[in-house]
């Protein structure tokens, strides 16, 4: 997915720093863009839904459709729908990336699987969207591991501080396993799902 809008102004818009590099542009100027970003925002309920929507898609870097599939997917589960919903879009192959440190952003992660620098149980996959199982192994292919981007991220620059205790990650070997699938307090996401249900419910 290509986003034409710059992550530091799509990032004041939503209220949240979307890569490490927006943290301090954001912190800088912590409300929206534009000559009305300091007024008084009036928000409606609706408003309030839309951007808590606009929020999640843009911390998985989805389109619309992709996030509706992946709501009518979790809805159609017997447990709570937000929560499964969070764990559907935790178990793309791009979002593990990210949390198993391969890549430095979303964004990163994406472009990596879609060069297919990445293999899953000894297979290439170039599908960002590509739904892992507990079991599966992502693993850097060999020919790219020499590559700058994965010779830092082997070194653990790109290890966040908060791990993902649903992942099994050698580092240094660019190897991570889904041991089993998340619980939605260890993802961290910033939303609040209840609000993606009522928003797509209504």
């Given at each position: ?152 991220a082997a070194a653990g620059a790109h290890v966040g ?42």
């Amino acid at each position: 997915m290509n986003q034409s809008r710059p992550k530091v102004r799509l990032s004041r818009a939503l209220g949240m720093p979307l890569t490490p590099k927006c943290v301090k542009y954001f912190e800088r100027r912590p409300f929206p863009p534009g000559q009305h970003g300091r007024s008084r925002p009036k928000h409606s309920d609706y408003k309030v839904r839309l951007l808590e929507k606009q929020r999640l898609k843009a911390q998985y870097n989805l389109r619309e459709s992709q996030l509706r599939h992946a709501f009518d997917r979790a809805a159609g589960r017997p447990g709570k729908t937000g929560e499964e919903l969070i764990v559907d879009l935790e178990t793309r192959l791009d979002a593990l990336v990210l949390r198993a440190g391969f890549a430095r952003t979303i964004y990163q992660a994406r472009q990596v699987v879609t060069h297919q620098h990445l293999t899953v149980n000894g297979r290439r996959v170039d599908r960002p969207s590509a739904r892992l199982r507990p079991g599966d192994v992502i693993q850097v292919a060999e020919r790219s591991r020499q590559k700058a981007p994965f010779v830092v991220a082997a070194a653990g620059a790109h290890v966040g501080e908060r791990t993902a205790p649903y992942l099994s990650v050698d580092i240094s070997g660019l190897t991570a396993t889904l041991v089993r699938l998340p619980l939605r307090r260890e993802v961290p996401v910033l939303c609040d799902e209840q609000l993606i249900v009522e928003f797509y419910s209504r």
